[in-house]
Antibody, heavy 120, light 106 residues
Framework: QVQLVESGGGVVQSGGSLRLSCAAS????????MHWVRQAPGKGLEWVAF????????YYGDSVKGRFTISRDNSKNTLYLQMNSLRAEDTAVYYC?????????????WGQGTLVTVSS | DIQMTQSPSTLSASVGDRVTITCRAS??????LAWYQQRPGRAPKLLIY???SLESGVPSRFSGSGSGTEFTLTISSLQPDDFATYYC????????FGGGTKVEIK
């Protein structure tokens, strides 16, 4: 069965950096696009970033463009999110999510999420 | 950017009720719309994609309709497991979620 397990969350000071990981199993990771989606405490969902199955294309939401970098290692079945210049408004649960197919930007499997708290 | 507006933001209903949630897009998105259910402390779960296609394993009491800018999610007979928050999502241009609709017990 498909499993996505995020890690790397924690408390970081404003202006700091953090790298999230998402370990994937139960499907052929190297053939699917992957996303990060976040949810601030008590708030709704916000799409953060997408990476094509082969890593050749990456797209970002406006609020994180220039600060966050999505990447993947298909040999390790792992997705990453490097977060720099963190702000209080980046505090959220970060989910990795599998693209249904063909980069259609909707998500058929989600991880359990990892909490990032940015303290000022 | 495409904005998604859901209504109502909160809905009180009883088991067995028919429930309808509306989602409006700020510009036309054809049928590039998905619906998710999220229970407290859990990840979202895909219910509907392409506006009206039911995800495998999702009960048939859930249905979606609409195209262009107006969409609805209907639960034909609310069950205890259905008390949750529901989000619409456009994927015509990147991705944007609606603000959510919390379905509460009346």
């Amino acid at each position: 069965q498909v499993q996505l397990v995020e890690s790397g969350g924690g408390v970081v000071q404003s202006g700091g950096s953090l790298r999230l990981s998402c370990a994937a199993s139960g499907f052929t990771f190297s053939t699917y696009g992957m996303h990060w989606v976040r949810q601030a405490p008590g708030k709704g969902l916000e799409w953060v970033a997408f990476i094509r199955y082969d890593g050749s294309n990456k797209y970002y939401g406006d609020s994180v463009k220039g600060r966050f970098t999505i990447s993947r290692d298909n040999s390790k079945n792992t997705l990453y999110l490097q977060m720099n210049s963190l702000r209080a408004e980046d505090t959220a649960v970060y989910y990795c999510a599998k693209d249904r197919s063909g980069g259609q930007y909707y998500f058929d499997y989600w991880g359990q999420g990892t909490l990032v708290t940015v303290s000022s | 950017d495409i904005q998604m507006t859901q209504s109502p933001s909160t809905l009180s209903a009883s088991v067995g009720d028919r429930v309808t949630i509306t989602c409006r897009a700020s510009q036309t998105i054809s049928t590039w719309l998905a619906w998710y259910q999220q229970r407290p402390g859990r990840a979202p779960k895909l219910l509907i994609y392409k506006a009206s296609s039911l995800e495998s394993g999702v009960p048939s009491r859930f249905s979606g309709s609409g195209s262009g800018t107006e969409f609805t999610l209907t639960i034909s007979s609310l069950q205890p497991d259905d008390f949750a928050t529901y989000y619409c999502q456009q994927y015509d241009t990147y991705s944007t979620f609606g603000g959510g609709t919390k379905v509460e017990i009346k």
